[in-house]
């Protein structure tokens, strides 16, 4: 199903449910009428396409939740008191999910909708505001990544080879798994690339397969462990073909299995491994390796920090074989160094060894020398007139 038809039919329910308020699905239509409107105007449309869907679809769980948090009563009476006891409620873990856990990402529901445009449209935006004066993300500052050696024993335990390739190509290319999972045959080119002379594909990432807020762009991998997986599956597909015959609840489910199996965990507070981890353990790991933070930015589809530079990356596009040469150039380094390393080790054997003859000549020739003397002290004694 696409975004546009999931919208369409989750919006008509919401706004039709017997079990919702009258009222608050009055202010409901009339936030998703501004809304349509507000994206089809900020990105210049004629028709909404699927990342518009994709973004409305967002707000109808949403919506949903903060309307069950109120007990469906009607927005445009709430006061300060049923404002700050929700608020509380949410944030001090007594208000919870329907699986009895505490709400994550309060984002979504506190700036967006409670201190937004469907709480203005109730008339209670600014007294939602002033409730929650204090209010903060909990994402604000949140650091959460795995290296490449968790990631490498997570593989290690994946089974389905379709499994492998989508989370080799999270975590090779960084994009997140809704685009990744929109991937068809004819978006990838393979080639050999020039300064390491190692086979690489290049990944077509369209704009319309993305969030709104990222660059379409074309990638190249940095794993031959992609290009293999890559190789193995194109054998069999069409060039229009999807690559994934599943979607992102069967991928999450995949890599859940792993990451119990494997006791993986985030750095550096122990956080569940999940797939949007991948796109940040990326950039880490880039940065680890010598990428620069533009290189980095580029590459998650964000404009690189320096605005003076964006017109010379529009105009010529930023240099994707530096860094790449210089994650090859890291690697080859790490085996010159064990290669000198080796060799040092083999040289002080054979100077060990060499000695050990020396001393070993030079023992036998004493040897012989002791001999020589005794055998002509015996000669000695026995020439000797006898007394």
């Not at 949140?142 to 499994?163: Q, W």
């Not at 379409?216 to 293999?228: D, G, H, I, K």
């Not at 790991?285 to 920090?305: A, I, M, Q």
Request: a positive charge; glycine letters at 4%.
């Amino acid at each position: 199903m696409t975004f546009k038809n999931q919208y369409e039919v989750a919006k008509k329910k919401l706004l039709t449910e017997p079990g919702i308020c009258k009222q608050n699905q009055v202010i409901f239509a009339r936030f998703f009428e501004y809304l349509e409107y507000k994206l089809k105007r900020l990105n210049r449309l004629a028709e909404l396409d699927e990342a518009s869907h994709k973004t409305l679809s967002f707000y109808i769980s949403r919506l949903r939740t903060v309307n069950r948090w109120f007990e469906n009563k009607p927005w445009v009476d709430l006061t300060k008191e049923n404002i700050k006891e929700v608020y509380d409620g949410v944030e001090d873990g007594k208000i919870r999910t329907k699986n009895d856990k505490i709400y994550r990402g309060t984002e979504a529901y506190f700036r967006r909708i409670m201190r937004g445009k469907p709480f203005e449209l109730a008339g209670k935006r600014e007294l939602a505001r002033s409730v929650m004066e204090f209010y903060q993300p909990r994402t604000q500052g949140d650091v959460r990544f795995i290296r490449e050696e968790t990631f490498r024993e997570i593989m290690g335990v994946v089974n389905k080879t379709e499994h492998k390739v989508l989370l080799w190509l999270a975590w090779d290319i960084g994009e997140n798994g809704h685009s990744l999972l929109q991937l068809r045959k004819r978006d990838f080119s393979r080639q050999v690339n020039r300064e390491t002379g190692q086979a690489e594909y290049t990944v077509n990432l369209r704009r319309e397969i993305l969030k709104r807020s990222r660059t379409p762009r074309a990638e190249t991998t940095n794993y031959s462990e992609t290009v293999q997986l890559l190789d193995a599956i194109f054998a069999q597909m069409t060039d229009d073909q999807l690559l994934f015959g599943f979607g992102h609840r069967m991928a999450a489910k995949a890599l859940e299995r792993a990451v119990r199996i494997t006791n993986a965990t985030c750095l550096p507070a122990g956080q569940k491994v999940t797939l949007k981890d991948l796109r940040s353990s990326m950039a880490c790991d880039l940065l680890r390796k010598g990428w620069t933070t533009d290189e980095v930015n580029y590459r998650l589809g964000h404009k690189p920090s320096s605005r003076e530079i964006d017109k010379y990356v529009s105009w010529l596009a930023l240099d994707q074989r530096k860094p790449k040469k210089r994650m090859f150039d890291s690697s080859l380094e790490v085996v010159q160094n064990e290669l000198e390393e080796a060799k040092r080790r083999e040289k002080l054997t054979a100077d060990r060894l060499k000695r050990l003859q020396e001393d070993n000549e030079q023992m036998q020739g004493d040897v012989a020398e002791t001999k020589r003397l005794f055998v002509e002290l015996q000669e000695a004694i026995a020439s000797r007139p006898p007394a």
